[in-house]
């Protein structure tokens, strides 16, 4: 066993780490991009009442989006904790 790891598929972030070229310019910001659709999903909460359909359908989507953010924050607990909890 060694610590080399290896991903099939790219461009992957582990490439850039096993390169040994790994740099705050070049870094893969994955916390970065949870937090956005996090923030993504705060907008759309906000603003689906405002979109001329019935109850139904804006209940529908907010049970929707209330899981995609809920996802996102299981990710990034899944990472790092303790983490910050925007609502």
Request: proline share 6%; glycine share 4%.
């Amino acid at each position: 066993a060694c610590d080399e790891m290896e991903v099939a598929y790219g461009p992957h972030p582990s490439h850039i780490v096993s390169n040994g070229a790994w740099n705050p310019n070049n870094a893969w910001n994955y916390w970065a991009g949870l937090y956005e659709s996090i923030r993504k999903c705060n907008l759309f909460i906000e603003h689906v009442d405002q979109v001329p359909v019935s109850h139904e359908v804006t209940d529908t989507w907010k049970g929707e989006v209330y899981f995609l953010r809920a996802f996102n924050y299981f990710m990034l607990i899944m990472d790092q904790y303790p983490l910050l909890i925007v609502l």
